[in-house]
C-alpha cells in the first residue's frame, strides 16, 4: 500500500520552525516598539540588584601623624593619641608618618553582598516552601475527612473548602493578617506563609479526594482479603496509586503557589515582588525590573515543572500509572 503523502503543516521539524519564527517575529516587534518609546533603559544596573561590591572603610577620629604598631594604628595628635585595631580583612590606606585629618580613610575592605533582588529571592522560596507543607498537611486532613464515614467530618472539611475556594486570596491575606495573626501576636512572615498554606490546603484538599476515589474498589477488596486494615490499605495500596494519578495536578498547584506568593507583598513581606516595587520607586526603572522578576519567578516555576516531570516519568516506569 502507498504512502499517503505528510501535510506540510503536520511536519514537527516544520512545526518547530514556523514556532522559533514566531516568537521571533514578535519579539522583534517588541523590541522595535520598545526602542521607539521615550524611555531610557537602564540594563547595566541589573546586576548589582543580585550583588555588588560592598567597600567598609575605617576612619580617622582626629587630626595627626600615623603610626603602625603591627595589626593597630596610633594616630598621634598634638594633644591626643589614639589606637585603633584593624582587622586582617582590611587593606591599610596609609603608612608610617603619614598626616592625616579626622575622617580621612585609614584602611578599607570590599566584600560582595546579596542584592535585594538574592534576598527577595530568599524570602520567596521560604515562604513558599513552608506554605507548600501546611498545604499538604491540610489538604491530606480535608481529604480524608471528605472520604470518611463520619458525618460531622464530611459536613466540616466541605464547608471549610467552599469558603475557602470561594473568596480570592487577596482578601483572606487580610482577614488573616489583620484579624486572626493581630490576636494570635503571630508576625507577619508567617502570617503570610499559614494563609497560602490554608488556601491552596482547600485545593490540594479536592485534587487527593478525586485521585482516592478513582482507584478501583477492588484494590479496597484484595487488600481486605490479604488481611490489611483500612489504614494499611490506605498507606500501602491506595495512596500511591492516588499521589501518581494526583501528581500533575499537584505540581501545578506548586506552581500557582509559588506565583501567588507574591500577593504577601501586600502586608509588607519583603519577597520579590515588594522588592521590585522599591526598586521602581528608587530607580524609576519598571520596565528592566518587572522583566526580571518575571524571569526569576519564571524560573521557579519552570524547575518545579522539570522535576515533576522526571517524578512522573520515573513513577511511569515503576508502573500503575
Same mark, same amino acid.
Not at 506563609?193 to 477492588?218: H, M, N, P, T
Not at 522588592?275 to 519564571?298: D, H, K, Q
Given at each position: 500500500?502507498?504512502?499517503?503523502?505528510?501535510?506540510?503543516?503536520?511536519?514537527?521539524?516544520?512545526?518547530?520552525?514556523?514556532?522559533?519564527?514566531?516568537?521571533?517575529?514578535?519579539?522583534?516587534?517588541?523590541?522595535?516598539?520598545?526602542?521607539?518609546?521615550?524611555?531610557?533603559?537602564?540594563?547595566?544596573?541589573?546586576?548589582?540588584?543580585?550583588?555588588?561590591?560592598?567597600?567598609?572603610?575605617?576612619?580617622?577620629?582626629?587630626?595627626?601623624?600615623?603610626?603602625?604598631?603591627?595589626?593597630?594604628?596610633?594616630?598621634?595628635?598634638?594633644?591626643?593619641?589614639?589606637?585603633?585595631?584593624?582587622?586582617?580583612?582590611?587593606?591599610?590606606?596609609?603608612?608610617?608618618?603619614?598626616?592625616?585629618?579626622?575622617?580621612?580613610?585609614?584602611?578599607?575592605?570590599?566584600?560582595?553582598?546579596?542584592?535585594?533582588?538574592?534576598?527577595?529571592?530568599?524570602?520567596?522560596?521560604?515562604?513558599?516552601?513552608?506554605?507548600?507543607?501546611?498545604?499538604?498537611?491540610? %489538604?491530606?486532613?480535608?481529604?480524608?475527612?471528605?472520604? !470518611?464515614?463520619?458525618?460531622?467530618?464530611?459536613? =466540616? @472539611?466541605? *464547608? $471549610?473548602? #467552599?469558603?475557602?475556594?470561594?473568596?480570592?486570596?487577596?482578601?483572606?491575606?487580610?482577614?488573616?493578617?489583620?484579624?486572626?495573626?493581630?490576636?494570635?501576636?503571630?508576625?507577619?512572615?508567617?502570617?503570610?506563609?499559614?494563609?497560602?498554606?490554608?488556601?491552596?490546603?482547600?485545593?490540594?484538599?479536592?485534587?487527593?479526594?478525586?485521585?482516592?476515589?478513582?482507584?478501583?474498589?477492588?484494590?479496597?477488596?484484595?487488600?481486605?482479603?490479604?488481611?490489611?486494615?483500612?489504614?494499611?490499605?490506605?498507606?500501602?495500596?491506595?495512596?500511591?496509586?492516588?499521589?501518581?494519578?494526583?501528581?500533575?495536578?499537584?505540581?501545578?498547584?506548586?506552581?500557582?503557589?509559588?506565583?501567588?506568593?507574591?500577593?504577601?507583598?501586600?502586608?509588607?513581606?519583603?519577597?520579590?515582588?515588594?522588592? %521590585?516595587?522599591?526598586?521602581?520607586?528608587?530607580?524609576? !526603572?519598571?520596565?528592566?525590573?518587572?522583566?526580571? =522578576? @518575571?524571569? *526569576? $519567578?519564571? #524560573?521557579?516555576?519552570?524547575?518545579?515543572?522539570?522535576?515533576?516531570?522526571?517524578?512522573?516519568?520515573?513513577?511511569?516506569?515503576?508502573?500503575?500509572?
Amino acid at each position: 500500500m502507498a504512502k499517503t503523502k505528510q501535510n506540510l503543516l503536520h511536519n514537527k521539524a516544520f512545526g518547530h520552525f514556523m514556532a522559533v519564527a514566531f516568537y521571533v517575529a514578535f519579539g522583534y516587534l517588541l523590541f522595535t516598539a520598545a526602542s521607539n518609546m521615550n524611555y531610557i533603559w537602564k540594563w547595566t544596573s541589573v546586576p548589582q540588584y543580585f550583588a555588588y561590591e560592598k567597600t567598609q572603610t575605617i576612619t580617622a577620629p582626629l587630626d595627626g601623624i600615623i603610626q603602625v604598631r603591627g595589626s593597630a594604628l596610633v594616630i598621634q595628635g598634638r594633644d591626643d593619641s589614639k589606637e585603633i585595631t584593624i582587622d586582617s580583612g582590611y587593606s591599610l590606606s596609609v603608612k608610617e608618618g603619614d598626616s592625616v585629618y579626622e575622617n580621612d580613610t585609614l584602611a578599607k575592605k570590599t566584600s560582595m553582598q546579596m542584592g535585594p533582588l538574592l534576598e527577595g529571592l530568599i524570602v520567596t522560596l521560604e515562604i513558599s516552601g513552608l506554605a507548600a507543607i501546611l498545604a499538604f498537611s491540610i %489538604g491530606a486532613l480535608l481529604a480524608f475527612m471528605r472520604i !470518611s464515614n463520619y458525618q460531622f467530618l464530611k459536613d =466540616i @472539611a466541605t *464547608v $471549610y473548602i #467552599a469558603v475557602i475556594r470561594g473568596t480570592p486570596l487577596l482578601v483572606q491575606i487580610f482577614i488573616f493578617y489583620f484579624i486572626i495573626a493581630t490576636i494570635f501576636e503571630l508576625e507577619r512572615f508567617l502570617a503570610g506563609a499559614v494563609s497560602l498554606g490554608l488556601f491552596f490546603g482547600a485545593y490540594i484538599a479536592e485534587v487527593l479526594r478525586g485521585a482516592i476515589q478513582s482507584i478501583d474498589k477492588g484494590q479496597y477488596e484484595a487488600a481486605k482479603s490479604l488481611g490489611m486494615n483500612y489504614t494499611q490499605t490506605m498507606i500501602y495500596i491506595i495512596m500511591p496509586q492516588a499521589l501518581k494519578r494526583a501528581l500533575p495536578t499537584l505540581v501545578g498547584e506548586m506552581i500557582a503557589l509559588v506565583k501567588d506568593s507574591s500577593l504577601v507583598s501586600v502586608i509588607s513581606i519583603t519577597d520579590l515582588t515588594k522588592v %521590585g516595587r522599591e526598586i521602581v520607586a528608587n530607580t524609576f !526603572s519598571p520596565f528592566e525590573t518587572w522583566l526580571i =522578576i @518575571a524571569a *526569576v $519567578y519564571f #524560573a521557579i516555576t519552570f524547575l518545579l515543572s522539570v522535576l515533576g516531570h522526571k517524578i512522573e516519568m520515573k513513577m511511569k516506569k515503576q508502573g500503575g500509572m
